[in-house]
């Protein structure tokens, strides 16, 4: 008998059709594919720390026609604001025809990015090698940090107020920094330790020179060189360094993966990638319904704390700000709100399958990756989205054709891991998880999906218009 002749159930009809994105797509669709991952590289490559971000956000909503906002300005629908919390945060508004008291749409997603940032009191010398000590931010695994090119970013704030940048490494003439590791001939003692315990957090010291002060017969020549070098260029002394914020992050910039350039290599995805999709969204909307809200925040990757989190009240700040502005009660406006926590999936890896439930994982080029809850043991931490909320954000994508997937994190008791999603619910906001699948997450080099990156976009624009 031929296969054409196999009897079909009409109820197959009632089966979801999972098919991958590239099936699906209108084909006049893949020039903005790659048009879209082009800016988004650009961007990526220009924010290697939230700071430069979120200079890189407020220029282009500037570009936009978004004005810096200033408390007691008058707002109006269509009005395109925003404010920087202390260099490091960044919130932009679409004003929207409707009263806030019926709500707003936000998209929140984080800034900051695993990293090795630079300790209060860093600089020595030991064999006559100048180091810097160093304290690594966010969950990392030590081991991929060492024997690769680091960048030196951030600023040295000086006591008269002044506040010094630094920069070493972006450009391809500056020198490097790295961490060095143990030769395989004689790490037999090291790979013997659990890969957790192969690399002591103190040992990630960055090799900063190794020439003596020549005009100098006293101690720790190397690193009064070094400190001469600082000196010349930012004009820093030791002193200086307490009240600084220097990170160490990969010297490399993103680049196409694949034979096929399907996919993006970069540090930062996690969540810059979801950053830019809900940025590039916000400044492309015109005239909601509702008011529009895209907030980029920091220090998600160590518990959302912080003046700069999003557990920090510059969020109730800003949006009561708005809220007075119409002469409604901020409360009204957060029991009326609906937010999507704008944040990267796990993307299932068939390298390791081990920790993953196939039938509930992310897969690269099946979309936007929604997450109804996250947590670890039992939901734990989670704060678990309601259905009503998952069939809301399924009608909103489904409307605009948004290719998208669910996306729930490994398998039960595998581990887990958190978003800012619980820290909106618990302002009486509704909140559902929603990003960007990524393999080698919190990596040197994670790796995303062009398609899913462009739909992330499309999604949060969808998001943003949606009533
Ligand atoms: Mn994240
Ligand atoms: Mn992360």
Redesign the pocket.
Known sequence: MADTDKKTSPKRDLLEKSKNGYDRIDPSELKSIEKFNNMYKEFINAAKTERQATEYAAAAAEKAGFRRYERGDPLKPGDKIYRINRGKAIFLAVIGSESPAKGINIAAA?LDAPRIDIKTTPLYEDFELAYFKTHYYGGIKKYQWLAIPLELHGVVALKSGEVVNISVGKDPNDPVLVISDLLPHLASEQMKKAMSDAVAGESLNALLGSIPEPDDEGSDRVKLHVLGILNEKYGITEADLHSAELSLVPAFDARDVGLDRSMIGAYGH??RVCCFDCLQAILDIENPSKTALCILVDK??IGSEGVTGMQSGFFETFVEDICEAFDVQPRVCYENSFCLSN??AAAYDPNFPEPFDKRNSARLNYGLGICKYTGTRGKSGASDASAEVVARLRRILDEAGVIWQMAPLGKVDAGGGG?VAKFMAKRNIDTIDA?VPVLSMHAPFEVISKLDNYMSYKGMKAFYMSV
């Open positions: 984080h996690d969540d998600e990757e944040d990267v978003t990003g």
